[in-house]
């Protein structure tokens, strides 16, 4: 399975926005932080909020929030929410043309490993990206730590 670049860049827009936790942040900083299409993101960005997984405040002090904590963001449904077609094969649709489908073990095959894909995305959260890998992403990203006493106890 290959999940598309819409997905990926869904991801990669909320992990940004987790790392910087309560700071707005924009559409042309993601896209600079990854180095992709801006106006890629602008239709990422319009719908995870539409989803509900974050916040667009326009205007002079807006920027982009998530809107739940990154405990309660799922991976399962957010790949669900942002995958338009599961279907891994022609048989998976409506438009099915196989000649061999009424006798083919194929589908019922692949809709139980998808089935089991899924079920591993949906016992992880957009906080299991970050966890310890936090500070590297940081680090990767240029970013200051917007939480550094809470990153390091040592602070």
Request: net charge negative; with cysteine.
């Given at each position: 399975?290959?999940?598309?670049?819409?997905?990926?860049?869904?991801?990669?827009?909320?992990?940004?926005?987790?790392?910087?936790?309560?700071?707005?942040?924009?559409?042309?900083?993601?896209?600079?932080?990854?180095?992709?299409?801006?106006?890629?993101?602008?239709?990422?960005?319009?719908?995870?909020?539409?989803?509900?997984?974050?916040?667009?405040?326009?205007?002079k002090?807006?920027?982009?929030?998530?809107?739940?904590?990154?405990?309660?963001?799922?991976?399962?449904?957010?790949?669900?929410?942002?995958?338009?077609?599961?279907?891994?094969?022609?048989?998976?649709?409506?438009?099915?043309?196989?000649?061999?489908?009424?006798?083919?073990?194929?589908?019922?095959i692949?809709?139980?490993?998808?089935?089991?894909?899924?079920?591993?995305?949906?016992?992880?959260?957009?906080?299991?990206?970050?966890?310890?890998?936090?500070?590297?992403?940081?680090?990767?990203?240029?970013?200051?730590?917007?939480?550094?006493?809470a990153?390091?106890?040592?602070?």
């Amino acid at each position: 399975m290959h999940l598309t670049r819409y997905t990926d860049y869904s991801l990669r827009v909320l992990i940004y926005l987790a790392i910087r936790g309560e700071e707005r942040s924009t559409i042309t900083e993601i896209a600079e932080r990854f180095a992709i299409s801006r106006n890629h993101l602008m239709k990422v960005v319009q719908d995870l909020n539409h989803r509900g997984y974050i916040t667009a405040i326009r205007g002079k002090h807006g920027g982009l929030l998530l809107r739940r904590a990154p405990a309660d963001i799922c991976l399962g449904a957010l790949v669900r929410d942002t995958e338009r077609d599961l279907g891994l094969v022609e048989c998976f649709g409506d438009d099915n043309d196989c000649v061999i489908t009424p006798s083919c073990r194929l589908k019922p095959i692949l809709a139980e490993a998808l089935a089991a894909f899924l079920g591993v995305l949906d016992r992880y959260t957009l906080a299991d990206l970050l966890g310890p890998q936090r500070t590297g992403l940081i680090q990767l990203l240029h970013l200051e730590d917007p939480l550094p006493d809470a990153a390091d106890p040592q602070a």
